[in-house]
């Protein structure tokens, strides 16, 4: 599977746009980008996924560049319910989750 | 609603016993999962299954089973437990649809609250 880098942690301001990126720079042409999330002290939650495609639910947008060698997912109107680890990662679709470190988002009031 | 469930939601144990961590779906999904949870290394997979009579181990399987009875259960085991073993478990299941596109709900994993056990 892709190796996949986050920043460590990010902060934003709630009722603003997160943002948060990922570098998967040796994706295969197979291989399709998910993102989950933790709440403290819950399981993860499927935010999105997406190949090429720039990609929109209820949730958040995924926004994946031309060359597939990095992507970022927006939450557009951060909420403080937001404040969660967001992992994102690469694989093949019928590969099971390989999940890293992720980004922690702060939202603050 | 459909739902997935855990329990116990909070287990204390001594080294060497064996304990069972239940894991129940109500989504009539295939395939089911176990994962571990530890400062500093994110979630590990233990073991997994894709149905009935189906296991196969995940990356620090040793030391846990399971099996695979029906659809809606996958016990994780722990066979003599150690202080190593004090962690969070969730368990996970998600649908293996034979459509294909973004909207397949295949890879979109459901997880459980979790079990904190502590082995003293």
Do not use: K, R
């Given at each position: 599977d892709a190796k996949t880098t986050q920043p460590p942690s990010m902060d934003c301001a709630e009722g603003r746009a997160a943002n948060l990126p990922c570098n998967?720079?040796?994706?295969?042409?197979?291989e399709y980008v998910y993102w989950y999330r933790q709440i403290h002290s819950q399981g993860p939650q499927y935010i999105i996924h997406g190949l090429k495609n720039n990609e929109t639910n209820e949730m958040a947008s995924l926004i994946i560049t031309e060359d597939r060698k990095s992507s970022t997912l927006i939450l557009p109107h951060a909420t403080l319910r937001d404040t969660a680890v967001y992992y994102c990662i690469v694989k093949p679709r019928f590969q099971k989750l390989v999940f890293g470190t992720g980004t922690r988002l702060l939202v603050s009031p | 609603d459909a739902e997935i469930t855990q329990s116990p939601r909070h287990k204390i144990t001594e080294t060497g016993r064996q304990v069972t961590l239940a894991c129940h779906q109500?989504?009539?999904?295939?395939n089911m999962f176990w994962y571990r949870q530890d400062l500093g290394h994110g979630l590990r997979l233990i073991h997994y299954s894709y149905g009935v009579q189906d296991t196969n181990k995940g990356?620090?399987?040793?030391g846990y089973s399971v099996s695979r009875s029906n659809t809606e259960d996958l016990p994780l085991t722990l066979e003599s437990a150690a202080s190593s073993q004090t962690s969070v478990y969730f368990c996970a299941s998600s649908d293996q649809s034979s459509t294909d596109g973004?909207?397949?709900?295949?890879?979109e994993q459901f997880f459980g609250p979790g079990t904190r056990l502590t082995v003293l």
């Open positions: 998967h720079s040796t994706i295969s042409g197979n | 109500t989504w009539n999904h295939n990356e620090v399987s040793d973004l909207a397949g709900a295949y890879n």
